[in-house]
Every structure is written in structure tokens, then in C-alpha cells.
Nanobody, 117 residues
């Protein structure tokens, strides 16, 4: 599985962005996808996840502001980000777990989101 993110950029605080992640390869074997982010000088952290059945989970810091969704037919996952804050500034990575027993992982190259205050 290969993942390619897009949609990052510079936005003012309070603004919105939508990230996309397109999967290719053995996409039928993907069970679980998610978004992670890594701010400068910090560890990578979970933002949101979505299962193949549409179940979602969010980090407390983004609940009520971010929405994760998935179009299985288009092999695309989205992250709609609203009410952005300066602390949301980070490189956002797409992640997928796939394969037998969900034993394989794939990461995208990352897309930078910069929120100016």
C-alpha cells in the first residue's frame, strides 16, 4: 500500500483546511486508517482514526473541530479541520494498517499545515 497526502498549507487561526490521503496498491486489504501529526520538536501523535466500517476516534485536542472520513470506493481518506489553532501547526501524516492479521503498516510522506496566529 502506498499513501499520498495533499491539502496542507498556510491558514490563519480560526480557518479551515481539508487534507486528503489517496491509497494505492493492495487497498482492499486496508482495515484501519488514520491521521497523525508531528510538530517541531515533538513526538508524532495520533489525531484521528477510522476503521473500514466507519468507526472513528479522535484525540481530545481535536474533538469537535476535526472530522475524519473515508471514501472506500475512491480509496481516499479525508481530514476536515475547522477552527484551526496555532498549536495545530505540524506535519500531518496519513497511516494505514493492512494485510493478514493487520500486520503491515504504511505511511505517507506528510503534508505541512501551518496555522498563523
Amino acid at each position: 500500500v502506498q499513501l499520498v497526502e495533499s491539502g496542507g498549507g498556510l491558514v490563519q487561526a480560526g480557518g479551515a483546511l481539508r487534507l486528503s490521503c489517496v491509497a494505492s496498491g493492495s487497498t482492499s486489504r486496508i482495515s484501519y486508517m488514520g491521521w497523525y501529526r508531528q510538530a517541531p520538536g515533538k513526538q508524532r501523535e495520533l489525531v484521528a482514526t477510522i476503521t473500514s466500517g466507519g468507526g472513528t476516534n479522535y484525540a481530545d485536542s481535536v474533538k469537535g473541530r476535526f472530522t475524519i472520513s473515508r471514501d472506500n470506493g475512491e480509496n481516499t481518506m479525508y481530514l476536515q479541520m475547522e477552527s484551526l489553532k496555532s498549536e495545530d501547526t505540524a506535519v500531518y501524516y496519513c497511516y494505514a494498517r493492512y494485510g493478514i492479521f493487520n500486520s503491515l503498516n504504511a505511511w505517507g510522506q506528510g503534508t505541512l499545515v501551518t496555522v498563523s496566529s
